[in-house]
């Protein structure tokens, strides 16, 4: 018995054992795919192309850079700083950045979000009472000089201040807002209707100074002093803010208006500075923007500092406006500024311009990329899909000129058809 109850022991092991399941496979992690980065004829043939566009006069002056996820991978500047003063452009160039301000704040209010201070489906009037109750135009009577309104259907939510479909609107941009102040004689927004109910449709305004204080307001400081702290320091970007110390002064840009078909030189004022605002304001440089978009090529972590979520910056720069489009906005002040964005886009995201297709150029970046850019022509873009991002910065009037935006694109599909792994 003893010799049959040990047989079915070793049995019953044996069976156990088959019966074991197959250890895991370990799997190794996949291995990230090598950033992009520029051929030598690549970076060559964007350096003579600029250099080219510069010396033909197209543009007076232009600072730019690529980077990919890791690093910068290209960069020049072109032209004169300052031709009253001959000061070369350099990297160091400091640019009047006027819009690109806007994505800036847009992060700003999203690393609140995250932090709890509100949700972005809030009404806005919860934190700045002062936006409650708003009515919306119902007609205009120029000859009368009298408008007629209706109160608003919903409040002004977080959500549609950073995605733009507010119901504000510039007045450069939009005539129903410039005949709302031929009428009234009012140009603060906040004294004006809304051109349009919350929520129904696209039109770039000045939601993004809403934004700028409902930072100041929710965070106790300063919008200056948050970007400083919150986004500037961790980012390394030395020498971005709204006022220019008296010791940067000569490395600012001189701007260029375009009068008679002549690009006019505007020399730079002995004080540089903006009023803090979130739609426009600060000065800054080539360098120091990059660091900030490759922040959002790593989905919010730079340098081993995260500031902000993944999910955070996914919603960014996805569609925020459903059915809606970013419809052309026709200027009212051609001297000012052209009809603008490009047709390749049309949506919109918290903060970012949307590209829907490139299929007329593949050249150019791909669908899902995201943009925004400022008065004076300063221009950047990120390329999800290619893991790069790009700055070309201008400093001449109006915006979206067609030699400005000629040589933009030129350098985009320079960048682009000379990328390897």
Not at 163 to 186: K, M, P, R
Not at 243 to 268: C, D, I, Y
Not at 348 to 359: K, P, Q, R
Request: hydrophobic share 40%; aromatic share 8%.
């Amino acid at each position: 018995m003893k010799r049959h109850g040990l047989f079915l022991v070793l049995i019953l092991f044996i069976g156990l054992v088959g019966c074991a399941p197959e250890p895991a496979a370990v799997t190794a992690p996949p291995v990230p795919a090598a950033p992009a980065v520029l051929s030598d004829a690549g970076v060559s043939e964007i350096d003579a192309y600029l250099e080219s566009a510069v010396a033909s006069g197209r543009v007076p002056k232009a600072v730019a850079i690529v980077a990919n996820r890791e690093g910068v991978i290209f960069e020049g500047a072109y032209g004169k700083q300052n031709f009253g003063d001959d000061i070369d452009a350099s990297m160091g160039s400091l640019f009047n950045l006027a819009s690109m301000t806007k994505p800036v704040t847009s992060v700003a209010v999203m690393m609140l979000a995250e932090e709890g201070a509100f949700e972005l489906d809030d009404p806005v009037e919860v934190y700045l009472p002062q936006w409650a109750d708003r009515q919306v135009v119902a007609s205009i009577d120029e000859a009368a000089g009298t408008v007629e309104t209706i109160p608003a259907e919903g409040p002004i939510t977080i959500r549609q201040l950073l995605s733009h479909t507010s119901g504000l609107a510039y007045n450069f941009s939009n005539q129903t807002a410039q005949t709302l102040i031929d009428v009234t004689g009012e140009n603060n927004p906040i004294d004006l209707p809304l051109v349009a109910e919350p929520g129904t449709v696209w039109y770039y305004s000045g939601s993004t100074a809403v934004l700028g204080d409902l930072v100041a307001a929710v965070s106790g400081m300063g919008l200056d002093e948050f970007m400083e702290t919150r986004l500037f320091e961790p980012l390394g970007m030395v020498d971005t803010a709204y006022v220019v110390p008296a010791e940067k002064r000569s490395r600012v840009v001189s701007t260029h208006s375009l009068v008679n078909g002549q690009l006019n030189e505007n020399p730079v004022p002995d004080t540089v500075q903006s009023a803090v605002r979130g739609d426009g304001g600060l000065y800054g440089t080539a360098p120091d923007y990059i660091r900030f978009l490759q922040m959002l090529l790593n989905k919010g972590e730079f340098d081993g500092q995260r500031l902000l979520s993944e999910q955070s910056v996914d919603a960014m720069i996805s569609n925020q406006i459903g059915g809606l489009v970013a419809e052309t906005q026709v200027s009212t002040n051609p001297a000012l500024s052209l009809d603008f964005p490009a047709p390749r886009s049309g949506k919109f995201g918290l903060g970012f311009l949307l590209t829907v297709s490139n299929d007329d150029n593949p050249d150019l970046r791909a669908p899902g990329s995201y943009t925004w850019a400022g008065i004076f022509n300063t221009h950047f873009w990120g390329d999800p899909d290619r893991e790069i991002a790009g700055v070309l910065l201008m400093q001449q009037l109006p915006f979206y000129d067609t030699e400005a935006m000629a040589v933009y694109q030129g350098f985009e599909e320079r960048v682009n058809r000379n990328l390897e792994r």
